[in-house]
């Protein structure tokens, strides 16, 4: 029997240079404008917690973290490759991703510093297989966020 091993994981840790599948027999993404709102003012509830005018990225690199929600990964060897199938935490971390990509393209017309940036589509990238899944249900930030 496999052992389950709790790990405790940043979003940039989770999703930077991992790939995830979510399996078939998994619901579809159905987070709402509500479920969206609740995980944006968590997040920003948190950052304001420790904000200060004048903190630099550095700064806000050391606040506290913000506790997400247990998330289940299955790990799967595929030729060569490891990939981790979503069991549990698929609509957090979908929508995680999602508010990335909307972040990414906010940045990309603003001119944002291209490191961070470049941070934020490792992330993204990770999840090109459960991006198509979504792109077949025709899931986007923009409609669950209007």
């Known amino acids: ?4 091993i709790p790990l405790y994981r940043t979003i940039n840790q989770l999703l930077g240079g991992n790939k995830f599948t979510i ?3 998994q619901r579809e993404y159905k987070w709402d404008k509500q479920n969206i709102s609740h995980l944006i003012n968590d997040l920003l ?3 304001r917690s420790s904000y200060k005018s004048g903190h630099s990225i550095r700064d806000v690199a050391k606040y506290e973290d913000c506790f997400l ?6 790990k799967k060897d595929v030729g060569d490759n490891v990939v981790f ?31 961070i940036l470049s941070r934020i589509k490792g992330m993204i990238e990770s999840f ?8 077949s249900q025709q899931t986007t930030i923009d409609s669950v966020i209007a």
Do not use: A, C, P
């Not at 929600?69 to 299955?74: E, Q, R, T, Y």
């Not at 090109?128 to 792109?135: A, E, F, T, W, Y």
């Open 69 to 74: 929600g247990s998330i289940i990964l299955n």
């Open 23 to 25: 399996d078939e027999y």
């Open 45 to 47: 509830n948190k950052f």
């Open 85 to 115: 199938s979503i069991v549990d935490g698929q609509q957090r971390i979908t929508s995680i991703t999602l508010l990335l990509i909307h972040v990414f393209h906010i940045g990309m017309e603003k001119n944002i510093e291209s490191d």
């Open 1 to 4: 029997m496999r052992q389950i």
């Open 128 to 135: 090109k297989q459960v991006r198509k899944r979504l792109k």
